[in-house]
C-alpha cells in the first residue's frame, strides 16, 4: 500500500472570506479553488488563538492556548509536550519545515541566558528544516544580492518602495510596488526551494509543512500584481460608529487603537493605523489580495511539480492560516481583539485518491485550529497523543457526521506585554487579567474579559458585530447561558493528560500511554 504523503501548508493572515471558491468575488485564487474541487472545505474554521506564535503551537500541538500557555509570540513552550513533528517522525516521516514555526523553547532546558531568547523565532521540535524564513530574512536577502539587488538592510527595509519608481497621476502612495520581481519574492523564493527539495528526492514519502509569509505585512507587492486589483472594487470596511464612539464602546477596543501603529503594515506609514483614510484603507485591500494571489499561484507551481511526479493523488494536503486580518474592519488592523476577521479562516483538506473520498464537498459545522493535528494523525493510521484537545475531523471527509459534535468555538486573547506594559498601565490592570476568552456559536459572541466588561453580540441579527447587548436587560439569560457555556467548556477542556489513567491490582490502566 503505497504511503501517504503529506504537504500542510498556511497562508500568514489569511481571513475566512478570501477565497473565491467560497463566494470572495474579486480575488483571484484559481489554484486554492482547484483544491476546494479536489478536497473538503470546512467554511466555519477558526484559529483559538492570535498572533502567529501562539496559533502555531496550537495547531501543531492539538492543544487549547489554555493548555499550552505558550499564548504570545515569544513565550516559551513547555518542552514536555508534544507535537505533530515528533509524532509524524515517530511513524516513520521525516518532517520537513519550509519557512517558520515561531517556536520559543522551554529556558528550564537551556538556561534562561541562551542565545535561543534572542528570537521567538525558533523551530518546533521535532521539524528537519528544509529552508527557514526568518523575520531578518537573512537567507532570502543573500539570495536576492546574486541577483544582484541593492539590499538596504536585513529585516523589512527590502520591502521599502524602489525610490526610483514614479507614481502614475491619481494613484495612491501605498500602491507603489516592491523593488523585487514577483520571481524574486520571498514566496517565489520559498516555493522553490520546497521544489527543489521534492525534485532532489521524488520516491520517498514526504512530510512538508510550507509557511508562506503572504499575506501577512508589509501590506508591499510585486509590480506584476500591484496592479491587479483596483481599490474601487474593494469591498468597504465595516464602520458603525465613528473612531471616537467606537473608544467608548470597550477600554480593549481604546486600547487596540492605541497600539496599532502604521509602519506595522507598510513601510511609509506614520502614526496609529487607526487613523488612516478610506482610500489608504481600499488600497491596502487590494494590496492584500494582490498578495493572496500571488501566494495562490506559487502553490500552484508546487502543485504542479506534484503533479508531474505523480506524486499528487496520493499526497494529503491541508491548507489554511495561522489566524485572520482586521483589514480596517472597525478600524482595526492585524490579527487582534475578539472580532470574527481575526479568528475565522480558511481550511481546505485534499485527500489522497485511496482513500475513496467524496471530493468537493463543503462542511458548514464549527471546527478549530486544534483539529489539525488529530485528523492529518488520524489520515496517517498513526496514534493521536492524549494531549490532544482537538478531534480529527476524518469523519467529515467520509461524509460522515460526528456525534455530539461541537456546537461553538472558542478563543482566546492574551494582550498582556511584558516588555513595556503598555496595557497594564493604561488599563490599570495586572498582566494576568490583560486576557479573554470569546463563545462563539451560531446565533451569539460572548466575549469574557478578566478585568473589564463582557461583549455580547447577535450574529444572527448583528453579524458585523456592531452592538454590544451585554447590558441589555433582554439579553441577560443569553449573557448567563453563555457564561455557563464558556464556564463548561473551560472545565471539560482543563488540561488533563493523566487524569484518565490511574493506577490499579492491574497496574496503570486507562487510556493509552503515548
Given at each position: 500500500m503505497t504511503k501517504t504523503n503529506v504537504l500542510f501548508v498556511t497562508l500568514d493572515q489569511w481571513r475566512a472570506d478570501h477565497l473565491a471558491a467560497t463566494g470572495n468575488a474579486t480575488v483571484k485564487t484559481p489554484n486554492l479553488d482547484a483544491l476546494v474541487g479536489d478536497g473538503v472545505t470546512f467554511l466555519n474554521h477558526y484559529t483559538c488563538i492570535a498572533p502567529c506564535g501562539p496559533s502555531r503551537t496550537t495547531f501543531l500541538t492539538g492543544m487549547y492556548p489554555s493548555n499550552h500557555r505558550s499564548i504570545r509570540n515569544g513565550t516559551p513552550l513547555n518542552h514536555s509536550l508534544t507535537n505533530i513533528a515528533l509524532e509524524v517522525r515517530n511513524g516513520g516521516y521525516d518532517p520537513t519545515l519550509w519557512g517558520y514555526t515561531?517556536?520559543?523553547?522551554?529556558?528550564?532546558?537551556?538556561?534562561?541566558?541562551?542565545?535561543?531568547?534572542?528570537?521567538?523565532?525558533?523551530?518546533?521540535?521535532?521539524?528537519?528544516?528544509?529552508?527557514?524564513?526568518?523575520?531578518?530574512?537573512?537567507?532570502?536577502?543573500?539570495?536576492?544580492?546574486?541577483?544582484?539587488?541593492?539590499?538596504p538592510g536585513p529585516g523589512y527595509a527590502i520591502y521599502h518602495p524602489d525610490p526610483d519608481y514614479k507614481l502614475p497621476p491619481g494613484r495612491h502612495p501605498l500602491s507603489a510596488p516592491s523593488r523585487f520581481k514577483a520571481e524574486?519574492?520571498?514566496?517565489?523564493?520559498?516555493?522553490?526551494?520546497?521544489?527543489?527539495?521534492?525534485?532532489?528526492?521524488?520516491?520517498?514519502?514526504?512530510?512538508?509543512?510550507?509557511?508562506?509569509?503572504?499575506?501577512?505585512p508589509p501590506f508591499i507587492s510585486p509590480p506584476e500584481y500591484h496592479d491587479m486589483y483596483d481599490p474601487v472594487d474593494?469591498?468597504?470596511?465595516?464602520?458603525?460608529?465613528?473612531?471616537?464612539?467606537?473608544?467608548?464602546?470597550?477600554?480593549?477596543?481604546?486600547?487596540?487603537?492605541?497600539?496599532?501603529?502604521?509602519?506595522?503594515?507598510f513601510m511609509e506609514g506614520e502614526g496609529r493605523a487607526v487613523d488612516l483614510d478610506d482610500a489608504a484603507v481600499a488600497q491596502i485591500r487590494a494590496t492584500y489580495q494582490a498578495l493572496i494571489t500571488e501566494a495562490d499561484h506559487n502553490l500552484g507551481r508546487i502543485i504542479t511539480t506534484l503533479k508531474e511526479q505523480g506524486r499528487y493523488d496520493e499526497t494529503m494536503i491541508v491548507v489554511t492560516s495561522d489566524h485572520g486580518e482586521q483589514l480596517g474592519d472597525?478600524?482595526?488592523?492585524?490579527?487582534?481583539?475578539?472580532?470574527?476577521?481575526?479568528?475565522?479562516?480558511?481550511?481546505?483538506?485534499?485527500?489522497?485518491?485511496?482513500?475513496?473520498?467524496?471530493?468537493?464537498?463543503?462542511?458548514?459545522?464549527?471546527?478549530?485550529?486544534?483539529?489539525?493535528?488529530?485528523?492529518?494523525l488520524d489520515g496517517l493510521d498513526l496514534p493521536i497523543p492524549r494531549q490532544c484537545d482537538g478531534h480529527s475531523l476524518m469523519p467529515f471527509m467520509r461524509g460522515e457526521m460526528p456525534e455530539n459534535w461541537r456546537k461553538a468555538v472558542h478563543w482566546l486573547y492574551d494582550f498582556?506585554?511584558?516588555?513595556?506594559?503598555?496595557?497594564?498601565?493604561?488599563?490599570?490592570?495586572?498582566?494576568?487579567?490583560?486576557?479573554?476568552?470569546?463563545?462563539?456559536?451560531?446565533?451569539?459572541?460572548?466575549?469574557?474579559?478578566?478585568?473589564?466588561?463582557?461583549?455580547?453580540?447577535?450574529?444572527?441579527?448583528?453579524?458585523?458585530?456592531?452592538?454590544?447587548?451585554?447590558?441589555?436587560?433582554?439579553?441577560?439569560?443569553?449573557?448567563?447561558?453563555?457564561?455557563?457555556?464558556?464556564?463548561?467548556?473551560?472545565?471539560?477542556?482543563?488540561?488533563?493528560?493523566?487524569?484518565?489513567?490511574?493506577?490499579?491490582?492491574?497496574g496503570l490502566v486507562g487510556h493509552r500511554l503515548y
Open positions: 515561531d517556536t520559543t523553547p522551554d529556558p528550564r532546558l537551556l538556561g534562561e541566558d541562551h542565545e535561543a531568547f534572542l528570537t521567538y523565532e525558533g523551530v518546533m521540535p521535532g521539524f528537519t528544516v528544509g529552508q527557514q524564513l526568518p523575520a531578518n530574512n537573512i537567507p532570502w536577502l543573500e539570495y536576492l544580492a546574486t541577483k544582484g539587488y541593492d539590499i524574486d519574492s520571498e514566496t517565489h523564493w520559498l516555493a522553490d526551494r520546497l521544489i527543489d527539495g521534492l525534485k532532489s528526492d521524488p520516491d520517498t514519502p514526504f512530510f512538508h509543512h510550507l509557511s508562506f509569509l503572504r499575506p501577512h474593494m469591498v468597504k470596511p465595516v464602520k458603525a460608529a465613528t473612531r471616537d464612539e467606537m473608544r467608548s464602546l470597550h477600554p480593549a477596543i481604546a486600547l487596540m487603537y492605541e497600539a496599532i501603529p502604521q509602519d506595522a503594515f472597525h478600524y482595526l488592523w492585524g490579527k487582534i481583539g475578539f472580532y470574527d476577521e481575526s479568528f475565522h479562516i480558511p481550511l481546505i483538506i485534499k485527500p489522497p485518491k485511496s482513500w475513496d473520498v467524496a471530493t468537493g464537498r463543503q462542511v458548514s459545522e464549527f471546527t478549530e485550529s486544534v483539529d489539525l493535528m488529530p485528523t492529518i498582556r506585554d511584558p516588555v513595556t506594559g503598555m496595557p497594564e498601565k493604561l488599563l490599570n490592570i495586572s498582566s494576568a487579567e490583560c486576557n479573554l476568552l470569546v463563545h462563539r456559536d451560531a446565533e451569539f459572541k460572548y466575549v469574557h474579559f478578566a478585568a473589564l466588561p463582557p461583549l455580547l453580540f447577535d450574529m444572527k441579527n448583528d453579524p458585523d458585530e456592531t452592538r454590544n447587548l451585554a447590558e441589555d436587560p433582554d439579553y441577560q439569560g443569553i449573557v448567563l447561558n453563555c457564561v455557563q457555556e464558556l464556564l463548561s467548556w473551560r472545565m471539560r477542556y482543563e488540561y488533563g493528560e493523566l487524569v484518565n489513567l490511574s493506577a490499579s491490582d492491574d
